[in-house]
C-alpha cells in the first residue's frame, strides 16, 4: 500500500529504506516538506508518530582517523 501512494504522490517523496527493530520500524524518506510525509501515512492509512529531519550523515568514511 505504502509504494502505490508513493506512486500517487510523485517524485517529491520518496522511500529510502527501512529500519525493523523489536519494537519500532524507522522509515527513511527523502521528502521536499513534512506535510508529504504526513498525507502519505493518512492515504496509507498508517501512523506516523515523529518526524526527525537528518541534517547530517557520518559514517568510517566521512570519520577522519586520529594519527
Known sequence: RSCKVLDELGPQIQWQHSYVTGENL??????????????????????????????TMISPATAELAV
Open 26 to 55: 524507522w522509515c527513511i524518506y527523502k521528502a521536499e516538506n513534512e506535510e508529504i510525509l504526513r498525507e502519505h501515512a493518512k492515504r496509507g492509512g498508517f501512523p506516523i508518530n515523529a518526524i526527525h529531519e537528518v541534517v
